[in-house]
């Protein structure tokens, strides 16, 4: 079993930055890409960037290619997501997940291990 632990988020004013951490537990870390998705209330889960098994590979959303930067560490087991230039619609539950693939996914259903979620807050 496979468990995601997420850390980072918190309150931020619009501009700032937050670096959201994923520690994974297990020894495969490597072979699997990883993901970030967010839930804003009311509104349905999205995909927001992923990294391939070897870091190689990198897919973002539209809405925050330039702004947000996903990186990993294999041999610490983390997967990190740093987010700049924060806006108040980044504002958001975010969850790391473990992708079934080694290259990088968009869709939720190529995911099947999730953390808890942290929450990122952008005030205006």
């Known amino acids: 079993q496979v468990q995601l632990v997420e850390s980072g988020g918190g309150l931020v004013q619009a501009g700032g930055s937050v670096r959201l951490s994923c520690a994974a537990s297990?020894?495969?870390?490597?072979?699997?890409?990883m993901g970030w998705f967010r839930q804003a209330p009311g509104k349905e889960r999205e995909f927001v960037a992923a990294?391939?098994?070897?870091?190689?590979?990198?897919f973002y959303i539209d809405s925050v290619k330039g702004r947000f930067t996903i990186s990993r560490d294999n041999a610490k087991n983390t997967v990190y997501l740093q987010m700049n230039s924060l806006k108040p619609e980044d504002t958001a539950v975010y969850y790391c997940?473990?992708?079934?693939?080694?290259?990088?996914?968009?869709?939720?259903?190529?995911?099947?291990?999730w953390g808890q979620g942290t929450q990122v807050t952008v005030s205006s």
């Open positions: 990294i391939s098994g070897n870091g190689g590979r990198t």
């Open positions: 297990g020894r495969t870390f490597s072979a699997y890409a």
């Open positions: 997940a473990r992708s079934t693939y080694f290259n990088p996914k968009n869709s939720q259903y190529d995911y099947n291990y």
